[in-house]
């Protein structure tokens, strides 16, 4: 029994080894889509650290494709900050990356995906993986409980880390390459996305529906994770609202929108809805990629629909 367990640990500290030589060897790609992080993060700061009031657009990749921040700003007089880079980091990772930044005067708005609006906050997924090893500072936004889970999460990421690297460097030996539109380049200094590739659609119904949480009622998880982020901006003289997303008419439910709204009109608490999301559906043809990536076209006419419906909010 004692060999045997000599022999695990042997086994266990080369395999440690390996995986610490292969983080030290294999540096992180900085020029990956989700790296962009740190551009955001770099801008908030910045914002921060002016003590001037700001706006901070927070979402998935919703509002990455589909905000244009530079109208908001003109619109608004604020200068402006598009946090937005993807759905799969999950929305407490998202409000525990601003919950520190409401200072009085700023404006918060906040725009979930549907599926963030319904699904319970669960155990991290591949793209928070990829995200911590371009941008390692998100471990402080991942929920990891007590402290075993803190550390059952700390081992799986390294390993996930370690896999994604291997993987990466052989594709590229292989002599395969990402040509699309997710990379760190293509975030402007707003935050927000552009590349000539959304000028057209090439949109075609995804997986994703809407009608899948057709008799359900959004998450205790989000309720709770929303009314605590509004409750601190309140606290400090700051205001938040909720932006529903702009979605392909393809993927739209009528029913399941109606029934969001009115669950969170009735347990959402001291943040307001800004816009009715029926108003949202545009023609699949305004979609890059996904029923929520806008093109050039979408974004523009998200963004003056956008303005138009918070100007009376903050008119006040």
Same mark, same amino acid.
């Given at each position: ?145 007590? &402290?075993?889970?803190? %550390?059952?999460?700390? #081992?799986? /990421?390294? !390993? ?8 990466? @460097? ?21 935050g927000d996305i552009w590349t000539p590739l959304t000028l057209e659609s090439r949109y075609k119904a995804d997986d994703k529906h809407m009608d899948r949480n057709a008799g359900k009622l959004p998450s205790e998880d989000f ?14 003289? &700051?205001?938040?609202? %909720?932006?529903?997303? #702009?979605? /392909?008419? !393809? ?8 029934? @969001? ?50 100007r009376p909010f903050l008119a006040r």
């Amino acid at each position: 029994m004692i060999k045997l367990l000599i022999r695990l640990g042997v086994v266990l500290g080369v395999v440690a080894v390996l995986c610490l030589a292969i983080l030290k060897v294999i540096p992180a790609n900085q020029q990956a889509y989700l790296a962009g992080l740190n551009d955001k993060q770099a801008r908030i700061d910045s914002l921060q650290a002016s003590g001037q009031p700001k706006m901070v657009l927070v979402g998935g990749s919703n509002v990455a494709f589909g905000i244009h921040s530079g109208m908001m700003e003109d619109a608004f007089g604020l200068p402006v900050v598009n946090m937005a880079i993807h759905a799969g980091l999950r929305y407490e990772y998202m409000i525990n990356q601003i919950m520190d930044y409401p200072s009085q005067g700023d404006v918060f708005l906040i725009f979930p995906e549907y599926s963030q609006m319904y699904d319970p906050i669960s155990d991290a997924g591949p793209i928070i993986y990829q995200s911590l090893d371009v941008f390692p500072q998100g471990f402080q936004y991942v929920h990891q409980g007590n &402290a075993y889970q803190q %550390l059952k999460f700390r #081992a799986t /990421a390294t !390993a996930e880390i370690v896999q994604l690297k291997v993987k990466t @460097t052989l594709g590229k030996l292989a002599g395969m390459s990402a040509g699309n539109a997710y990379k760190r380049k293509v975030f402007d200094r707003y935050g927000d996305i552009w590349t000539p590739l959304t000028l057209e659609s090439r949109y075609k119904a995804d997986d994703k529906h809407m009608d899948r949480n057709a008799g359900k009622l959004p998450s205790e998880d989000f309720i709770r994770i929303t009314n605590a982020f509004a409750e601190k901006a309140a606290a400090v003289g &700051a205001e938040a609202y %909720l932006v529903y997303p #702009a979605i /392909a008419e !393809a993927k739209f439910d009528a029913e399941v929108a109606r029934v @969001t709204r009115e669950d969170l009109r009735n347990r959402l608490q001291g943040i307001e809805m800004v816009n009715n999301p029926a108003d949202y559906v545009y023609p699949n043809t305004l979609f890059f990629d996904t029923k929520y990536h806008t093109t050039q076209d979408g974004r523009v006419r998200r963004t003056e629909q956008t303005i138009g419906d918070l100007r009376p909010f903050l008119a006040r």
